[in-house]
């Protein structure tokens, strides 16, 4: 099935692209998207956004699935759309602390 993933502000800037379409197996999770998403573009987001070490986005990226807050045990559908939102505060993009 194919997924649709929009990358919104910082995150855009960091990977070169704003929009990518990931192909998973039918009954794949959101959990399991991150991970292939993580995997393409870790080496180019900064610790803030990805953190190598545990291999996963830092709280401060918003990730809705389909509009609604995404978990990571929430099943796919084809043409299903995850948006990744690196939170801002008073136009500076927050860093994970």
């Known amino acids: 099935m194919r997924v649709k993933v929009s990358l919104l502000g910082i995150m855009a800037e960091?990977?070169?692209f704003p929009?990518?379409?990931?192909?998973?197996?039918?009954?794949?999770?959101?959990g399991q998207?991150?991970?292939?998403?993580?995997?393409?573009?870790?080496?180019?987001?900064?610790?803030?956004?990805?953190?190598?070490?545990?291999?996963a986005f830092a709280p401060s990226v918003a990730i809705f699935l389909d509009g609604r807050d995404g978990e990571e045990h929430l099943p796919l559908e084809?043409?299903?759309e995850v948006i990744f939102l690196p939170?801002?505060?008073?136009?500076?993009?927050?860093?994970?602390?």
């Open 14 to 16: 960091y990977a070169g």
């Open 78 to 80: 084809e043409g299903s």
């Open 87 to 97: 939170l801002m505060a008073g136009g500076l993009w927050l860093e994970a602390i």
């Open 19 to 30: 929009h990518l379409e990931v192909g998973l197996e039918e009954g794949a999770t959101l």
């Open 33 to 55: 998207l991150l991970a292939e998403v993580g995997a393409r573009l870790g080496d180019r987001l900064p610790p803030g956004i990805w953190d190598p070490v545990t291999g």
